[in-house]
Protein backbone atom coordinates (compact mmCIF):
# COMPACT_ATOMS: atom_id res chain seq x y z
CA UNK A 1 0.00 0.00 0.00
CA UNK A 2 1.10 3.83 -0.77
CA UNK A 3 0.05 6.64 1.13
CA UNK A 4 -2.42 8.70 -1.16
CA UNK A 5 -0.69 11.91 -0.34
CA UNK A 6 2.56 13.01 -0.97
CA UNK A 7 2.37 15.08 2.42
CA UNK A 8 1.74 11.80 4.54
CA UNK A 9 5.08 10.79 3.13
CA UNK A 10 6.59 14.18 3.96
CA UNK A 11 9.41 14.77 6.26
CA UNK A 12 8.40 18.45 6.65
CA UNK A 13 5.72 20.31 5.55
CA UNK A 14 5.54 24.49 4.84
CA UNK A 15 2.30 25.63 4.69
CA UNK A 16 1.97 29.12 3.50
CA UNK A 17 -0.87 30.93 4.01
CA UNK A 18 -2.19 33.56 0.98
CA UNK A 19 -5.17 34.81 2.62
CA UNK A 20 -2.66 36.00 5.54
CA UNK A 21 -0.50 37.16 2.55
CA UNK A 22 -2.84 39.29 0.93
CA UNK A 23 -4.53 40.21 4.12
CA UNK A 24 -0.81 41.78 5.28
CA UNK A 25 -0.92 43.68 1.89
CA UNK A 26 -4.31 45.12 2.55
CA UNK A 27 -3.45 46.00 6.10
CA UNK A 28 -0.39 48.04 4.66
CA UNK A 29 -2.77 49.63 1.83
CA UNK A 30 -4.92 51.26 4.91
CA UNK A 31 -1.55 52.55 6.77
CA UNK A 32 0.45 54.25 3.98
CA UNK A 33 -0.74 57.23 2.04
CA UNK A 34 0.10 56.63 -1.65
CA UNK A 35 0.42 52.92 -3.76
CA UNK A 36 1.63 49.23 -2.15
CA UNK A 37 4.08 47.81 -4.21
CA UNK A 38 5.01 44.11 -3.77
CA UNK A 39 8.47 43.02 -3.00
CA UNK A 40 8.98 39.56 -4.46
CA UNK A 41 12.61 38.81 -4.69
CA UNK A 42 14.56 36.00 -3.82
CA UNK A 43 11.34 34.25 -4.75
CA UNK A 44 8.98 36.20 -2.79
CA UNK A 45 10.86 35.80 0.63
CA UNK A 46 11.03 31.98 -0.11
CA UNK A 47 7.72 31.79 -0.20
CA UNK A 48 6.99 31.13 -4.03
CA UNK A 49 6.33 34.30 -6.35
CA UNK A 50 4.25 31.91 -8.72
CA UNK A 51 1.51 32.33 -6.03
CA UNK A 52 2.30 35.21 -4.09
CA UNK A 53 2.51 37.10 -6.91
CA UNK A 54 -1.02 36.80 -8.93
CA UNK A 55 -2.53 36.61 -5.42
CA UNK A 56 -0.94 39.94 -4.56
CA UNK A 57 -1.76 41.35 -7.93
CA UNK A 58 -5.33 40.19 -7.91
CA UNK A 59 -5.90 42.23 -4.75
CA UNK A 60 -4.82 45.22 -6.71
CA UNK A 61 -0.95 45.31 -6.57
CA UNK A 62 0.21 46.74 -9.41
CA UNK A 63 4.09 47.57 -9.04
CA UNK A 64 6.14 44.81 -8.26
CA UNK A 65 10.32 44.72 -7.01
CA UNK A 66 12.43 42.20 -7.99
CA UNK A 67 16.52 41.87 -7.46
CA UNK A 68 17.12 40.29 -10.47
CA UNK A 69 16.38 40.53 -14.05
CA UNK A 70 15.91 37.10 -14.42
CA UNK A 71 13.71 36.65 -11.45
CA UNK A 72 11.56 40.14 -13.37
CA UNK A 73 11.62 37.98 -16.81
CA UNK A 74 9.84 35.31 -14.65
CA UNK A 75 7.22 37.35 -13.09
CA UNK A 76 6.39 38.99 -16.56
CA UNK A 77 5.70 35.26 -17.76
CA UNK A 78 3.54 35.49 -14.57
CA UNK A 79 1.58 39.27 -14.98
CA UNK A 80 1.57 40.07 -18.31
CA UNK A 81 0.62 43.92 -17.31
CA UNK A 82 2.29 44.55 -13.93
CA UNK A 83 5.11 47.64 -13.48
CA UNK A 84 7.91 45.41 -12.77
CA UNK A 85 11.20 46.63 -11.68
CA UNK A 86 14.20 45.66 -11.51
CA UNK A 87 16.11 46.58 -8.00
CA UNK A 88 19.68 45.48 -8.89
CA UNK A 89 19.98 47.81 -12.04
CA UNK A 90 20.64 48.36 -15.70
CA UNK A 91 23.79 45.58 -16.29
CA UNK A 92 25.69 46.07 -19.46
CA UNK A 93 24.48 44.41 -22.24
CA UNK A 94 20.60 43.39 -20.52
CA UNK A 95 18.93 46.67 -21.62
CA UNK A 96 17.46 45.01 -24.69
CA UNK A 97 15.87 42.53 -22.16
CA UNK A 98 14.68 45.53 -20.41
CA UNK A 99 12.76 46.65 -23.70
CA UNK A 100 11.17 43.13 -24.39
CA UNK A 101 10.12 42.11 -21.27
CA UNK A 102 8.49 45.61 -20.73
CA UNK A 103 10.42 46.12 -17.38
CA UNK A 104 11.81 49.22 -15.26
CA UNK A 105 15.31 49.57 -14.93
CA UNK A 106 16.55 50.71 -11.62
CA UNK A 107 19.26 53.01 -12.82
CA UNK A 108 22.19 53.56 -9.73
CA UNK A 109 25.03 55.75 -11.21
CA UNK A 110 25.20 58.00 -14.28
CA UNK A 111 26.51 55.46 -16.28
CA UNK A 112 23.24 53.29 -16.55
CA UNK A 113 21.41 56.84 -17.09
CA UNK A 114 23.88 57.59 -19.94
CA UNK A 115 22.45 54.05 -21.23
CA UNK A 116 19.13 54.44 -20.75
CA UNK A 117 19.42 57.47 -22.45
CA UNK A 118 21.00 56.23 -25.21
CA UNK A 119 18.82 53.10 -25.91
CA UNK A 120 15.82 55.16 -25.13
CA UNK A 121 17.01 57.62 -28.26
CA UNK A 122 17.82 54.51 -30.47
CA UNK A 123 14.37 52.96 -29.38
CA UNK A 124 12.22 54.63 -28.22
CA UNK A 125 12.46 55.72 -24.63
CA UNK A 126 10.49 53.86 -22.01
CA UNK A 127 10.57 54.21 -18.03
CA UNK A 128 12.99 54.03 -15.61
CA UNK A 129 13.44 54.25 -12.09
CA UNK A 130 16.03 56.70 -10.25
CA UNK A 131 17.94 55.60 -7.12
CA UNK A 132 19.70 57.84 -5.11
CA UNK A 133 22.01 56.61 -1.83
CA UNK A 134 20.68 58.54 0.87
CA UNK A 135 22.54 57.03 3.86
CA UNK A 136 22.75 52.45 2.71
CA UNK A 137 25.96 52.97 0.67
CA UNK A 138 25.27 49.90 -1.62
CA UNK A 139 23.38 50.94 -4.33
CA UNK A 140 22.42 54.31 -6.05
CA UNK A 141 23.72 57.87 -7.30
CA UNK A 142 26.17 59.87 -4.48
CA UNK A 143 25.11 62.38 -3.10
CA UNK A 144 28.26 63.76 -6.17
CA UNK A 145 26.43 62.58 -8.66
CA UNK A 146 23.21 64.23 -7.67
CA UNK A 147 24.85 67.35 -7.97
CA UNK A 148 26.22 66.53 -11.33
CA UNK A 149 22.47 65.77 -12.75
CA UNK A 150 21.15 68.98 -11.27
CA UNK A 151 24.43 71.40 -12.97
CA UNK A 152 23.41 69.26 -16.22
CA UNK A 153 19.68 68.28 -16.47
CA UNK A 154 20.17 67.36 -20.29
CA UNK A 155 21.98 64.42 -18.98
CA UNK A 156 18.49 62.80 -17.80
CA UNK A 157 16.44 64.50 -21.45
CA UNK A 158 14.80 61.37 -22.83
CA UNK A 159 15.12 59.29 -19.70
CA UNK A 160 11.22 59.14 -18.32
CA UNK A 161 11.44 58.44 -14.77
CA UNK A 162 8.48 56.27 -12.99
CA UNK A 163 9.76 56.94 -9.91
CA UNK A 164 12.65 58.17 -7.90
CA UNK A 165 13.57 55.60 -5.09
CA UNK A 166 16.11 55.37 -2.27
CA UNK A 167 16.14 52.79 0.90
CA UNK A 168 16.29 53.36 4.30
CA UNK A 169 19.41 51.53 6.08
CA UNK A 170 17.38 51.78 9.85
CA UNK A 171 13.72 51.99 9.51
CA UNK A 172 13.57 49.17 11.92
CA UNK A 173 15.05 51.27 14.74
CA UNK A 174 12.52 54.16 14.98
CA UNK A 175 14.90 56.05 16.94
CA UNK A 176 17.57 55.69 14.82
CA UNK A 177 19.07 59.21 13.38
CA UNK A 178 20.02 58.27 10.05
CA UNK A 179 16.28 57.82 9.78
CA UNK A 180 15.79 61.52 9.37
CA UNK A 181 18.86 62.32 7.98
CA UNK A 182 18.01 60.02 5.12
CA UNK A 183 14.72 61.39 5.03
CA UNK A 184 16.26 65.03 4.71
CA UNK A 185 18.89 63.71 2.11
CA UNK A 186 16.23 62.44 0.33
CA UNK A 187 14.14 65.43 0.09
CA UNK A 188 17.07 67.70 -1.12
CA UNK A 189 17.85 65.17 -3.88
CA UNK A 190 14.03 65.47 -4.70
CA UNK A 191 14.56 69.08 -4.58
CA UNK A 192 17.98 69.32 -6.58
CA UNK A 193 16.95 66.84 -9.49
CA UNK A 194 15.82 68.30 -12.66
CA UNK A 195 13.06 66.26 -13.49
CA UNK A 196 10.00 65.72 -10.99
CA UNK A 197 8.61 61.88 -10.61
CA UNK A 198 6.78 60.19 -7.77
CA UNK A 199 8.74 59.42 -4.81
CA UNK A 200 9.38 56.15 -3.02
CA UNK A 201 11.64 55.32 0.42
CA UNK A 202 9.96 53.11 2.42
CA UNK A 203 10.07 49.50 2.95
CA UNK A 204 8.13 47.61 5.59
CA UNK A 205 9.39 49.10 8.65
CA UNK A 206 9.25 52.36 6.87
CA UNK A 207 5.69 52.68 6.23
CA UNK A 208 5.50 52.33 10.19
CA UNK A 209 7.67 55.68 10.70
CA UNK A 210 4.63 57.72 9.47
CA UNK A 211 3.49 59.70 6.73
CA UNK A 212 6.39 61.47 6.08
CA UNK A 213 8.72 58.51 5.37
CA UNK A 214 5.61 56.95 2.59
CA UNK A 215 5.67 59.72 -0.27
CA UNK A 216 3.76 57.81 -3.29
CA UNK A 217 4.74 54.11 -3.19
CA UNK A 218 6.05 52.08 0.01
CA UNK A 219 7.83 49.16 -1.02
CA UNK A 220 6.91 46.34 1.65
CA UNK A 221 8.36 42.71 1.88
CA UNK A 222 8.83 41.27 4.83
CA UNK A 223 5.93 42.71 6.32
CA UNK A 224 4.00 41.46 3.74
CA UNK A 225 5.01 37.51 4.75
CA UNK A 226 4.55 37.93 8.54
CA UNK A 227 7.49 39.14 9.68
CA UNK A 228 7.38 41.88 12.15
CA UNK A 229 7.93 45.50 11.26
CA UNK A 230 8.25 46.73 14.98
CA UNK A 231 10.85 44.81 16.45
CA UNK A 232 10.17 44.74 20.22
CA UNK A 233 6.42 45.68 19.45
CA UNK A 234 3.88 43.51 19.19
CA UNK A 235 3.50 41.60 15.52
CA UNK A 236 0.84 43.66 13.86
CA UNK A 237 0.89 41.10 10.34
CA UNK A 238 -0.75 37.97 10.25
CA UNK A 239 1.61 34.34 9.82
CA UNK A 240 1.96 33.29 6.77
CA UNK A 241 4.24 30.14 7.19
CA UNK A 242 4.05 27.11 9.29
CA UNK A 243 6.35 24.71 8.94
CA UNK A 244 5.80 21.43 10.69
CA UNK A 245 8.78 18.70 10.91
CA UNK A 246 7.99 14.86 11.06
CA UNK A 247 8.98 13.29 14.61
CA UNK A 248 11.11 10.34 13.17
CA UNK A 249 12.25 8.55 16.71
CA UNK A 250 11.39 9.12 20.08
CA UNK A 251 13.50 7.34 22.75
CA UNK A 252 13.74 7.55 26.76
CA UNK A 253 17.30 8.39 28.45
CA UNK A 254 17.68 7.65 31.70
CA UNK A 255 21.39 7.49 31.68
CA UNK A 256 23.50 10.93 31.31
CA UNK A 257 23.88 10.86 27.51
CA UNK A 258 25.72 13.60 24.80
CA UNK A 259 23.39 14.16 22.21
CA UNK A 260 24.44 14.78 18.08
CA UNK A 261 27.42 15.82 16.36
CA UNK A 262 30.56 17.15 18.70
CA UNK A 263 28.74 15.51 22.21
CA UNK A 264 28.16 19.16 22.24
CA UNK A 265 24.76 18.56 25.05
CA UNK A 266 24.57 16.42 28.18
CA UNK A 267 20.81 15.08 28.59
CA UNK A 268 20.17 14.76 32.16
CA UNK A 269 18.22 11.84 33.24
CA UNK A 270 15.20 10.88 32.74
CA UNK A 271 14.38 12.47 29.70
CA UNK A 272 12.35 11.61 26.63
CA UNK A 273 13.86 12.93 23.29
CA UNK A 274 12.77 12.86 19.56
CA UNK A 275 14.39 13.08 16.16
CA UNK A 276 12.93 15.10 13.30
CA UNK A 277 13.27 15.20 9.48
CA UNK A 278 14.80 18.72 9.25
CA UNK A 279 18.03 20.38 8.83
CA UNK A 280 20.40 22.63 7.75
CA UNK A 281 19.99 20.94 4.17
CA UNK A 282 16.48 22.42 4.12
CA UNK A 283 17.82 25.73 5.02
CA UNK A 284 16.95 25.40 8.79
CA UNK A 285 19.66 27.20 10.32
CA UNK A 286 23.06 25.31 12.14
CA UNK A 287 23.05 27.81 14.50
CA UNK A 288 19.57 27.12 16.12
CA UNK A 289 21.56 24.09 17.57
CA UNK A 290 21.05 24.10 21.18
CA UNK A 291 19.23 27.62 21.20
CA UNK A 292 16.37 26.90 18.52
CA UNK A 293 12.89 25.82 20.14
CA UNK A 294 10.09 23.94 18.43
CA UNK A 295 5.92 23.30 20.01
CA UNK A 296 4.55 20.07 20.12
CA UNK A 297 0.59 20.77 21.52
CA UNK A 298 1.50 23.61 22.44
CA UNK A 299 4.22 23.25 24.80
CA UNK A 300 7.65 24.86 24.02
CA UNK A 301 10.69 22.22 23.96
CA UNK A 302 14.12 22.57 22.90
CA UNK A 303 16.76 21.94 20.89
CA UNK A 304 19.35 19.85 22.06
CA UNK A 305 22.59 18.95 20.25
CA UNK A 306 23.85 20.19 16.87
CA UNK A 307 21.61 20.63 13.87
CA UNK A 308 22.89 18.41 11.50
CA UNK A 309 22.05 17.94 7.53
CA UNK A 310 18.70 15.99 7.77
CA UNK A 311 17.98 15.80 11.74
CA UNK A 312 17.32 17.51 14.59
CA UNK A 313 16.96 16.39 17.72
CA UNK A 314 14.19 17.84 20.72
CA UNK A 315 14.20 17.34 24.32
CA UNK A 316 10.14 16.52 24.32
CA UNK A 317 10.52 15.45 28.42
CA UNK A 318 7.64 18.26 29.00
CA UNK A 319 5.62 17.92 25.80
CA UNK A 320 2.61 16.28 26.07
CA UNK A 321 2.96 12.66 25.58
CA UNK A 322 0.27 11.56 23.33
CA UNK A 323 1.63 13.99 21.03
CA UNK A 324 5.10 12.49 20.76
CA UNK A 325 5.25 9.27 18.60
CA UNK A 326 6.73 8.57 14.93
CA UNK A 327 4.78 9.81 12.61
CA UNK A 328 3.73 12.97 14.62
CA UNK A 329 4.32 16.46 13.27
CA UNK A 330 5.68 19.39 15.60
CA UNK A 331 5.86 23.59 15.00
CA UNK A 332 9.48 24.71 13.82
CA UNK A 333 7.29 27.53 12.88
CA UNK A 334 3.63 28.09 13.85
CA UNK A 335 1.42 29.62 16.54
CA UNK A 336 3.26 28.53 19.56
CA UNK A 337 6.62 29.56 18.21
CA UNK A 338 6.55 32.39 15.96
CA UNK A 339 9.20 33.03 12.52
CA UNK A 340 10.42 35.87 14.41
CA UNK A 341 11.34 33.98 17.95
CA UNK A 342 12.88 31.24 15.71
CA UNK A 343 14.87 33.70 13.95
CA UNK A 344 16.13 34.97 17.12
CA UNK A 345 16.99 31.78 18.40
CA UNK A 346 19.22 30.89 15.57
CA UNK A 347 20.73 34.62 16.28
CA UNK A 348 19.50 35.95 12.33
CA UNK A 349 16.13 37.55 10.84
CA UNK A 350 13.06 36.35 9.61
CA UNK A 351 14.49 37.64 5.93
CA UNK A 352 16.99 34.99 6.25
CA UNK A 353 14.64 32.22 7.97
CA UNK A 354 12.19 32.30 5.16
CA UNK A 355 14.70 32.91 2.18
CA UNK A 356 16.51 30.00 2.97
CA UNK A 357 13.58 27.82 3.60
CA UNK A 358 14.69 24.28 1.84
CA UNK A 359 13.59 22.71 -1.63
CA UNK A 360 12.91 19.18 0.51
CA UNK A 361 9.40 20.42 2.20
CA UNK A 362 6.34 19.36 1.31
CA UNK A 363 4.95 22.75 0.44
CA UNK A 364 1.44 23.44 0.76
CA UNK A 365 -1.01 26.39 0.14
CA UNK A 366 -4.19 27.57 1.61
CA UNK A 367 -6.42 30.18 0.78
CA UNK A 368 -5.91 31.78 -2.78
CA UNK A 369 -6.01 35.56 -1.40
CA UNK A 370 -9.33 36.40 -3.14
CA UNK A 371 -11.12 35.79 0.43
CA UNK A 372 -8.76 38.03 3.04
CA UNK A 373 -10.06 40.86 4.54
C1 LIG B 1 15.40 48.52 -2.22
C2 LIG B 1 14.50 47.70 -1.37
N1 LIG B 1 13.24 48.13 -1.16
C3 LIG B 1 12.38 47.44 -0.38
C4 LIG B 1 12.76 46.25 0.23
C5 LIG B 1 11.79 45.53 1.14
O1 LIG B 1 12.28 45.60 2.46
P1 LIG B 1 11.49 44.94 3.68
O2 LIG B 1 11.47 43.48 3.42
O3 LIG B 1 12.30 45.31 4.86
O4 LIG B 1 10.13 45.52 3.69
C6 LIG B 1 14.06 45.79 0.04
C7 LIG B 1 14.48 44.52 0.70
O5 LIG B 1 15.56 44.26 1.03
C8 LIG B 1 14.95 46.52 -0.78
O6 LIG B 1 16.20 46.10 -0.98
Known amino acids: ?125 TPAILHVDTG ?8 GEVQRLAARPERLAGVPLAYIMSHLACADEPDHPLNAAQ ?19 ANSAGVFLGPAYQFDLVRPGIAVYGGNPLPGQPNPMRATVRLQARILQVRSVDSPLTVGYGATYEIVPPAKLATIAVGYADGFPRASSNRGSAAVGGTRVPMVGRVSMDLIVLDVTAAPAGQVHAGALVDLIGPEWTLDEAAAAAGTIAYEILTGLGRRYHRRYTGSGAGAP
Open 1 to 125: MTLPDPAARAGAILTIDLDAIVANYRLLCKRAAGRVAGVVKADAYGLGMAAVAPALAQAGCRSFFVAHLNEAIALRALLADAEIAVLNGLMPGTAGDYRAYRLLPVLNDLGQIETWQREGAAHGA
Open 136 to 143: MVRLGLTE
Open 183 to 201: LGRFRSALAQLPVRAPASL
